[in-house]
């Protein structure tokens, strides 16, 4: 039940790409297709932007984007903006049965 | 509009126990998978532990298994979580979530101080 890996910080400059990714294994994130991103403002409770790998809840905007390949699942921001500055977090149905969550990723926009 | 309040939380001593629970509303509670999810301040999120819509399958994170229960009463739309034997490092903000194939709604937590 080791967390899957993210980058520790992303950063983009408003209107930019950017992608997040979210590395694990076979067990989890490779197993099927229960992979999910949140998103969380400082002092906020975390928001769902992502589900079943690339599917958006709605009111979520389609500048959000989700993919996977393997054991590693992406979150891709288009057009970023001011309010897209928070911390990311995927999280992975596993094969014993239990969720892990990603270590967070921190995205700035410069 | 589907609602997840939380209570239950505070300051408890090491050793000892505490009861959270969560009222859903808004949404059909007893076809749904429940989540309990902890986030220390400042540091990630942790998944705690789910409970089948029926109640007949629990799951836990290693680090709690032994320790915390989790139940639901579908007829209260009410999840709970009984914590025994606290640790300090069991100090977070529980969140509980409506869980389909992962959380998909989050409460707004409840923050469980293990100090003595």
């Known amino acids: 039940q080791s967390a899957l890996t993210q980058p520790a910080s992303v950063s983009g400059s408003p209107g930019q790409s950017i992608t997040i990714s979210c590395a694990g294994s076979?067990?989890?994130?490779?197993?099927?297709?229960?992979v999910s991103w949140h998103q969380q403002h400082p002092g906020k409770a975390p928001k769902l932007m992502i589900y079943?790998?690339?599917n958006r809840p709605s009111g979520v905007s389609n500048r959000f984007s989700g993919s996977k390949s393997g054991n590693t699942a992406s979150l891709t921001i288009s057009g970023l903006q001011a309010d897209d500055e928070a911390d990311y977090y995927c999280?992975?149905?596993?094969?014993?049965?239990?969720?892990?969550f990603g270590t967070g990723t921190k995205v700035t926009v410069l | 509009e589907v609602q997840l309040v939380e209570s239950g939380g505070g300051l408890v001593q090491p050793g000892g126990s505490l009861r959270l629970s969560c009222a859903a509303s808004g949404f059909t509670f007893s076809r749904y998978w429940m989540s309990w999810v902890r986030q220390v301040p400042g540091k990630g999120l942790e998944w705690v532990a789910n409970i089948r819509e029926d109640g007949s399958n629990k799951y836990y994170v290693d680090s709690v298994k032994g320790r915390f229960t989790i139940s639901r009463d579908n007829a209260e739309n009410s999840l709970s979580l009984q914590m025994n034997s606290l640790r300090a490092e069991d100090t977070a903000l529980y969140y509980c979530?409506?869980?389909?194939?992962?959380?998909?709604?989050w409460g707004q937590g409840t923050l469980v101080t293990v100090s003595s």
């Open positions: 079943e790998v690339s």
């Open positions: 979530a409506r869980d389909s194939g992962g959380p998909i709604n």
């Open positions: 076979s067990s989890d994130v490779g197993f099927y297709k229960y």
């Open positions: 999280c992975s149905h596993t094969s014993s049965g239990v969720y892990v």
